[in-house]
């Protein structure tokens, strides 16, 4: 427990420092996890995600040592941006209100994965130290790489393999 908040706190520093780059049409967004999923790449995806029969902004997150592709869809709101973060076996929603940012229970109009089945692969202790990551105003580029940190403690390490 105390070895992933450690490497939870040094992700947010990591990401606070900055990022190598900016995130536009064909750039990536590149950065250490310091997880065993390894050095992860955002990328804008070529196949956007659907939402509610809507198209969202969705970007493509890889790390070195996993073999499946990670979506991160991007659903604005008035108030809020709420980020689904989908693979085929997990899925998981990050929100962001008034700079208030962490992982949320995965709402019923974004769930495409049976709610048991999420249960028993989530990681509940990572779940609830993640529910608030930060509560200042970050650029939707930090807050991708805080995901792309933060999301692997979130896999149950017996569900990691499968990944």
């Known amino acids: 427990m105390k070895t992933k908040l ?3 706190t040094i992700c947010l520093g990591l990401v606070s420092l900055g990022t ?3 995130i536009k049409d064909s750039k990536v967004l590149t950065g250490k996890s310091l997880t065993e999923f390894g050095q992860y790449s955002i990328t804008v995806s ?3 995600m659907v939402v509610n029969n809507e198209v969202v902004k969705t970007f493509d997150l890889t790390y070195e040592n ?5 979506h991160i869809g991007v659903v604005r709101d008035k108030n809020k941006v ?3 973060v989908r693979s085929n076996e997990f899925e998981v929603l990050y929100s962001c209100k008034k700079g208030v940012f ?3 229970s995965m709402e019923n109009k974004f769930r495409t994965l049976p709610k048991d089945e999420m249960a028993k692969k989530l990681d ?3 779940f609830y130290s993640q529910r608030v990551i930060c509560t200042n105003e970050k650029s939707e580029d930090e807050l991708l790489g805080l995901i792309a940190c933060y999301f ?3 896999v149950n390490e017996k569900y990691q393999a499968s990944f």
């Open 20 to 22: 190598s780059a900016k």
């Open 102 to 104: 962490g992982v949320k």
């Open 6 to 8: 450690l490497i939870l």
């Open 124 to 126: 509940e202790v990572s």
């Open 82 to 84: 709420t980020y689904i």
């Open 152 to 154: 692997p403690a979130l």
């Open 66 to 70: 996993i073999k499946n592709p990670v």
């Open 46 to 48: 070529n196949a956007p």
